[in-house]
């Protein structure tokens, strides 16, 4: 049996996005699209994991586990639910969050954008207008100045390469869907200025969101606190096969490293992690019907962090959190088995010289996985859908319990 002890102070945690856990956020642009005619969404979030109001035991119950932070993130529509009308109201509710963190001992990781956007952004085009950089800013400036003493750490945008991930890997384009034509006349736009975030991958878009990421990198790290700030990224582990090396260096350029070179003033990079991309020459080599897979379809390959960690590590030169990781399934021994040979590869480029500060499991809890609903399962807490009921699996008990000692037995 060998062991290895986790650097002093590493952050053990799981994340959670607002809109995927709080419940009823009816001002996000994702409460609209979840109820469009042809909408592409499985089910609408509904009551999500009513963490919203049951964030106190939530909190509670993630300390007993054994983990000492937690990443969640801020919902910008109801703390901003109509332009420049600020809720003090829905403020305090963040700042009483976060204190439940502190005197659960958990150190608070706070995203401020995690998809969603508040429905009045989008009569703008969204990700896609000019102005939304300033916005982002003005509402980022709020909150840190009501909530900057009690962050931990903060993200500011959450995945702003996931647009073009998406767009290497879905089978068609949202944009050719009756569902976009749907959205863009909801928000009174025309479908060219429809820039909702997870489907704005033309570079005019990403430059509107790195734009973005960086007046609010400046307006956090000016307020109150003293805390690192950066961003998080999507990153799957690009591999080549064999001949498509050069195919493999366009994609990684193309979704992560175009991001990854932008990032001069940031204080760590976090890398969100699930599984690998093979590249051929002709492009993407989809796992055949004989590879185990996750429920999004993804293989099960939990060493894709090693590698993905490295990269970030290298083009960047930024310390390293592991903001996202984990695996979407049924079956908790597969999750558990993930865990284990995920933190094998974290162990590794922690041994490497790799200042690797944190790993966050996705997620605390079973919740809402966007277009996806509520069928796949990430969270490592089982949500009983009709009674709110919270049951860890065996995998929270494992990850808790190496997250109490900050040592990994293998
Ligand atoms: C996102 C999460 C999402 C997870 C699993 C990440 O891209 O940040 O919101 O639930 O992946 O798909």
Redesign the pocket.
């Given at each position: 049996m060998s062991e290895f002890q986790f650097p002093k102070d590493f952050l053990w945690g799981t994340a959670t996005?607002a809109h995927?856990v709080e419940g009823n956020n009816i001002n996000t642009e994702s409460w609209v699209l979840e109820h469009l005619p042809e909408t592409v969404y499985a089910e609408p979030s509904g009551d999500a994991c009513d963490h919203y109001h049951r964030y106190p035991e939530d909190i509670a119950l993630l300390a007993s586990l054994g983990f000492n932070a937690y990443r969640f993130s801020l919902d910008w529509a109801r703390i901003e639910p109509e332009e420049g009308e600020f809720s003090y109201a829905e403020l305090e509710h963040y700042r009483r969050m976060l204190a439940t963190c502190h005197e659960n001992g958990i150190q608070p990781v706070v995203t401020f954008h995690?998809?969603t956007t508040p429905r009045w952004l989008m009569s703008y085009g969204g990700w896609v207008d000019d102005g939304t950089p300033d916005r982002f800013a003005r509402y980022c400036e709020k909150a840190v100045n009501h909530l900057g003493d009690l962050i931990g750490v903060a993200c500011t945008v959450?995945?702003p390469n996931?647009p073009i991930l998406l767009s290497k890997i879905l089978p068609f384009k949202m944009q050719d869907t009756p569902f976009w034509q749907n959205a863009a006349q909801a928000f009174g736009v025309s479908t060219e200025r429809l820039g909702l975030f997870q489907f704005a991958g033309t570079p005019e878009a990403r430059n509107v969101i790195l734009a973005a990421h960086k007046k609010a990198l400046n307006v956090i790290k000016a307020g109150p606190g003293d805390f690192p700030v950066g961003l998080t990224m999507?990153l799957v582990d690009v591999q080549a096969a064999e001949g498509g090396e050069e195919k493999a260096a366009e994609y990684q350029y193309d979704m992560n490293d175009i991001f990854l070179e932008q990032l001069e003033g940031d204080d760590f990079i976090g890398v969100?992690t699930?599984s690998r991309m093979l590249v051929g020459p002709d492009g993407i080599i989809h796992p055949g019907d004989d590879v185990e897979k996750n429920q999004?379809g993804e293989e099960y390959y939990p060493e894709a962090l090693g590698g993905t960690i490295r990269h970030a590590a290298k083009v960047t030169g930024l310390p390293v959190i592991v903001t996202?990781n984990g695996l979407s399934s049924e079956d908790d021994t597969r999750r558990l088995a993930y865990f284990q040979q995920a933190l094998r590869s974290v162990t590794e480029t922690l041994q490497e010289g790799i200042d690797v500060r944190g790993y966050f499991a996705?997620s605390a809890f079973d919740n809402f996985?966007?277009v996806a609903g509520y069928t796949p399962k990430?969270g490592i807490i089982a949500v009983d859908r009709a009674t709110q009921e919270r049951t860890p699996k065996p995998s929270a008990y494992w990850l808790g319990k190496v997250a109490k000692e900050n040592r990994y037995q293998y």
């Open positions: 996005a995927q995690h998809f959450n995945e996931i999507a969100q699930y999004m996202e996705w996985e966007w990430f």
